[in-house]
């Protein structure tokens, strides 16, 4: 079966620009999770989808982060004025339910800044 | 969450055990110990986890001392496709949902 997916695999932007980074979670998983990986670091959260609602949003820097899931499927990691800080690979995962199950990853999208 | 603490980097031969530890003293009665790792240019892929016993699946062990301030994940044939950043990772079930990534270890397995 399909695993997550994301689009697009790399993307070029410039200082200010606005940003979508997309993610389509495994069919069926309820829970999705948004995270950004610096080089040389782990993981780092971001925010968390029950649904269609945020169940935990505080992990998103700051308010030029934005995330949606309208449908409760598919989810848009939205940034606005991008900084070369934001410059990381944005990692998507999903898990069944939201009981401590195991989180599939996606591959991430790398976002660079310049 | 817990904090844990790992080995920056681990070296082991092909085909040997690759034995990976991991200190998580503070861990509280009710959280779990999860692994997982990120092979290059990839997204983490879950490999095992416990509470206090225990566990062994198709890809490893993972053994958890008695009072549960240290577990070892054991990868007992090591191959070269086991090369790949190692995270020890503790966490509630059923509470916060996200996990917290340390810098984990960095395992290279040598032919």
């Known amino acids: 079966g399909a695993g997550v997916s994301q689009t697009p695999s790399n993307k070029v932007t410039e200082k200010g620009k606005y940003v979508e980074l997309r993610c389509d979670p495994i069919?069926?998983?309820?829970?999705l999770y948004w995270y950004r990986q610096s080089l040389g670091q782990g993981p780092e959260f971001l925010i968390y989808?029950?649904?269609?609602?945020?169940?935990?949003d505080s992990g998103l820097p700051n308010d030029r982060f934005f995330a949606v899931r309208p449908e409760g499927s598919v989810s848009t990691l939205k940034i606005q004025r991008t900084e070369r800080g934001d410059s990381a690979v944005y990692l998507c995962?999903?898990?069944?339910?939201?009981?401590?199950?195991?989180?599939?990853f996606g591959p991430g999208t790398r976002l660079t800044v310049l | 969450d817990a904090k844990t603490t790992q080995p920056t980097s681990m070296d082991c031969a092909e085909g040997r055990a690759a034995n990976l530890p991991c200190n998580h003293s503070?861990?509280?009665?009710?959280?779990?110990v999860y692994w997982y790792r990120q092979i290059h240019s990839q997204g983490p892929q879950y490999i095992i986890h416990?509470?206090?016993n225990n566990e062994t699946n198709e890809m490893a062990s993972l053994i958890i001392t008695e009072d549960r301030k240290s577990s070892t994940l054991i990868l007992p044939h090591a191959t070269l496709r086991d090369t790949a950043v190692y995270y020890c990772?503790?966490?509630?079930?059923?509470?916060?949902?996200?996990?917290?990534f340390g810098q984990g270890t960095r395992l290279t397995i040598n032919p």
């Open positions: 995962a999903s898990s069944l339910f939201s009981t401590g199950d195991e989180q599939f």
């Open positions: 069919s069926g998983h309820t829970a």
């Open positions: 989808f029950q649904g269609t609602g945020a169940a935990d």
């Open positions: 503070t861990i509280s009665g009710n959280e779990y």
């Open positions: 416990g509470l206090k």
């Open positions: 990772i503790v966490r509630v079930l059923g509470g916060a949902q996200k996990l917290v």
